[in-house]
C-alpha cells in the first residue's frame, strides 16, 4: 500500500485545478467537491458484508472492500446534487470496476 500513490491523482487533479481557476477569475461560479479516504487495515475497517449507509440514506452493502473510492464518490456526487449542481465533472482514478458501477459494463 505504501506505494499506491496514483488513486490520490483524481483529487490532485482538481485541487490543481482550482488553483488555476482562481488565478484565472473566470466570470463564472465554480464551486468543487473534491471527497477523499484512506484505506488502512486496521480493526474498524470494512470488511465484505458491513452495510454502509449513504449521504442520501441509502444502504450499501460492502461485497468488494476496495470500494471505499466509489463509495466516497457516490456521496460526493449525492452532495454536488443536493447543493443544485447543475453540471458534475468526475476525475476520479478508481479501478476497473467503476465502469461497472457508473453503468459501463
Not at 72 to 88: E, F, M, P, Q
Amino acid at each position: 500500500m505504501g506505494k499506491m500513490k496514483g488513486d490520490m491523482g483524481g483529487g490532485a487533479s482538481v485541487i490543481a485545478a482550482m488553483q488555476a481557476i482562481s488565478q484565472l477569475k473566470p466570470k463564472l461560479n465554480v464551486h468543487v467537491v473534491c471527497a477523499a479516504t484512506d484505506n488502512m487495515p486496521s480493526g474498524t475497517a470494512q470488511r465484505p458484508g458491513d452495510v454502509v449507509t449513504a449521504m442520501n440514506g441509502m444502504t450499501i452493502e460492502v461485497d468488494n472492500t476496495d470500494a471505499e473510492g466509489r463509495l466516497t464518490l457516490a456521496d460526493a456526487i449525492g452532495y454536488a446534487l443536493s447543493k443544485n449542481a447543475t453540471r458534475i465533472v468526475d476525475v476520479a482514478t478508481l479501478t476497473g470496476a467503476a465502469r461497472i458501477a457508473l453503468g459501463d459494463g
